[in-house]
């Protein structure tokens, strides 16, 4: 690899490192979040006020973005790396581009974090999911969710998205503008396509508890595999097989 690229990838590993810290941290409760608040009972009104404080939508929106952070650079370097190889003629201007496109893919996914912690709240308000592990308490609504996201993973916008991510090389000869301006084009391009491929399968962590930190990397496997997966092997359809497969356990159980 060039030099520029060498610094992307320290770069790239130590975020990734210190994301996955904080979530370890997390996990073993060694560090405040919104899931080791003290609330009362399920759907009282002093719970469906409390999740709307500052102090609870705070905590939770960090959570949510550090957990973007984790999951999905992991699963964006390569198209971050090619784009540093496709920078590294401009000069010192030209290289940190690359930095400024993947800071846009992240807001991207920060802007995500935002709309996930809203629907934590309401969720938590209503008493759908436990207040400590976040997760969905309600069987139906679990499996309706299973087979929302396995029919996602079947539908036209899902195989368009994931064409896009599957490809980062032809994503940024495309889409390749020079400059600052044309980074944070790029990485809101990109990162809006990789929303689209993601999105339902990062909502599957309220099945298992938003902080299960076992979940958080399975489903951090997935999307590295969907990903880069030989198209041979249909990643897509056996992800949705299994989901369909375990809402129908789920219901049956």
């Given at each position: 690899?060039?030099?520029?690229?060498?610094?992307?990838?320290?770069?790239?590993?130590?975020?990734?490192?210190?994301?996955?810290?904080?979530?370890?941290?997390?996990?073993?409760?060694?560090?405040?979040?919104?899931?080791?608040?003290?609330?009362?009972g399920m759907?009282?009104?002093?719970?469906?006020?409390?999740?709307?404080?500052?102090?609870?939508?705070?905590?939770?929106?960090?959570?949510?973005?550090?957990?973007?952070?984790?999951?999905?650079?992991?699963s964006?370097?390569?198209?971050?790396?090619?784009?540093?190889?496709?920078?590294?003629?401009?000069?010192?201007?030209?290289?940190?581009?690359t930095?400024?496109?993947?800071?846009?893919?992240?807001?991207?996914?920060?802007?995500?974090?935002?709309?996930?912690?809203?629907?934590?709240?309401?969720?938590?308000?209503?008493?759908?999911?436990?207040?400590?592990?976040?997760?969905?308490?309600?069987r139906?609504?679990?499996?309706?969710l299973?087979?929302a996201?396995?029919?996602?993973?079947?539908?036209?916008?899902?195989?368009?998205?994931?064409?896009?991510?599957?490809a980062?090389?032809?994503?940024?000869?495309?889409?390749?503008?020079?400059?600052?301006?044309?980074?944070?084009?790029?990485?809101?391009?990109?990162?809006?396509?990789?929303?689209?491929?993601?999105?339902?399968?990062?909502?599957?962590?309220?099945?298992?508890?938003?902080?299960?930190?076992?979940?958080?990397?399975?489903?951090?496997?997935?999307?590295?595999?969907?990903?880069?997966?030989?198209?041979?092997?249909?990643?897509?359809?056996?992800?949705?097989?299994i989901?369909?497969?375990?809402?129908?356990?789920?219901?049956?159980?």
């Open positions: 690899m060039a030099h520029d690229q060498r610094v992307v990838v320290g770069c790239l590993v130590l975020m990734c490192g210190l994301a996955w810290y904080w979530l370890w941290r997390s996990a073993a409760g060694a560090m405040p979040g919104p899931g080791t608040m003290p609330m009362p759907a009282s009104p002093a719970r469906s006020a409390g999740v709307w404080t500052l102090a609870y939508l705070a905590p939770a929106f960090a959570m949510w973005a550090i957990m973007m952070v984790a999951m999905m650079l992991p964006a370097a390569p198209v971050i790396l090619l784009h540093a190889a496709f920078s590294q003629r401009g000069g010192g201007a030209a290289r940190l581009a930095f400024v496109f993947a800071a846009t893919y992240l807001l991207v996914w920060i802007a995500f974090a935002a709309f996930a912690t809203i629907a934590q709240a309401l969720l938590v308000a209503g008493g759908l999911a436990d207040a400590a592990t976040l997760a969905l308490g309600n139906a609504i679990v499996a309706g299973l087979v996201t396995a029919l996602y993973q079947l539908s036209g916008l899902k195989n368009v998205c994931l064409s896009k991510c599957r980062p090389t032809g994503f940024l000869i495309q889409h390749w503008r020079p400059g600052y301006r044309g980074a944070v084009r790029m990485g809101w391009i990109h990162g809006t396509y990789c929303v689209g491929c993601c999105a339902l399968l990062m909502l599957l962590l309220f099945v298992g508890g938003v902080m299960n930190l076992a979940l958080i990397f399975l489903i951090t496997a997935v999307v590295v595999i969907e990903k880069y997966a030989p198209p041979i092997l249909h990643p897509r359809r056996l992800i949705a097989t989901l369909f497969l375990a809402a129908a356990a789920l219901l049956l159980a």
